[in-house]
């Protein structure tokens, strides 16, 4: 029985430090060097719930896991990996390019986990699971406006009201007016759109947009064919003709114009102000052909007629219109 004490007390010892050593959690930190998004896979189950640049899990108790690294930017090829590191420690890898191009993930440090630093700011922590976040659900809202041109209506007026009984705020202003020749009046219409935040078959991070119902620009009293989506907004457009009409001489004035007009969308009334910031008749004819492919209310560029003075150039442009192919 003597024999047999000192074999226990080992036994007990051994079992002691297995269970301690089986108790050692690990944490693990990776990190893109370029600020790429990313979704981290563990073992086939996403630990973020979104894509993020830097990502720390804790309670890891396994001391192998099978990594995936799947980047929110479309293109980027995902990584996959298995890592192997000393349990009770708190591990780093980087996620960067070699000198190749190609993305790599690095072993960068390794710290016994009692002396790991605090969260830095803005790395997302979580703690190690075995089921996927739940699916969370994002709304983006967008701002469209309605845009109207025209001669003068009436007065125009508006009111705005601002009650706060915990600021003790109580506010009344009203504006009135006529709305001048040419103005435009602008109705703010807002556009929401949902995604929900899913986990695909690889266990990866995807939005899948809700799809609301259109919005699309709508001129009111206008029914005619339209040349471009959306028409440039009234003061974009006024710091345009300002601009335009800075210049000197008609040859800078029509390649600036030209250069505005083609990445954008005009209303016939907007062709219509450029053109007439031009002196010679032949400068303005170019630029109505030009600016036509470009325009909303094509219906109504038989309104830029007036700012013609001969018959012929009037005629020129209504066959250049009739042969336009878009």
């Not at 506010?171 to 006529?178: D, F, L, T, Y």
Request: hydrophobic residues 35%; glycine residues 6%.
């Amino acid at each position: 029985m003597k024999q047999k004490f000192p074999l226990l007390l080992i036994i007990a010892a051994l079992s002691l430090n297995l269970s301690a050593f089986a108790q050692l959690k690990t944490n693990l930190v990776f990190f893109t060097e370029q600020g790429e998004r990313f979704t981290l896979i563990l073992n086939g189950i996403r630990q973020n719930p979104a894509p993020e640049t830097n990502v720390k899990v804790t309670d890891l108790i396994a001391p192998t896991y099978k990594v995936k690294i799947i980047f929110d930017e479309q293109g980027i090829p995902d990584l996959d990996k298995t890592l192997t590191f000393n349990q009770g420690t708190e591990t780093t890898f980087t996620i960067k390019r070699n000198n190749k191009k190609e993305y790599v993930m690095r072993w960068m440090n390794e710290v016994p986990i009692e002396q790991a630093l605090p969260p830095a700011t803005g790395q997302q922590v979580v703690v190690y699971t075995t089921q996927p976040p739940a699916p969370s659900t994002v709304t983006q809202t967008t701002t469209t406006y309605t845009e109207t041109t025209g001669e003068p209506q009436g007065s125009v007026s508006m009111g705005i009201s601002i009650n706060d009984p915990e600021l003790g705020v109580n506010m009344n202003i009203n504006v009135g007016g006529a709305i001048p020749s040419g103005s435009q009046a602008v109705t703010t219409q807002t556009t929401t759109t949902t995604y929900s935040t899913t986990t695909n078959a690889s266990g990866g991070y995807c939005q899948e947009p809700v799809p609301p119902q259109q919005q699309a620009y709508v001129m009111p009293g206008y029914n005619g064919p339209v040349g471009c989506p959306y028409p440039m907004h009234p003061s974009e457009f006024q710091e345009v003709k300002r601009s335009v009409e800075s210049k000197s001489f008609d040859d800078t004035r029509l390649r600036i114009a030209k250069q505005v007009i083609a990445s954008n969308c005009l209303l016939s009334a907007q062709v219509k102000e450029i053109m007439l910031l031009f002196t010679f008749e032949d400068t303005r004819l170019d630029l109505a052909k030009y600016a036509y492919g470009y325009t909303y209310d094509i219906g109504n560029y038989y309104k830029l007629n007036d700012a013609f003075t001969f018959e012929s150039t009037i005629e020129e442009l209504d066959e250049y219109i009739n042969g336009f192919r878009r």
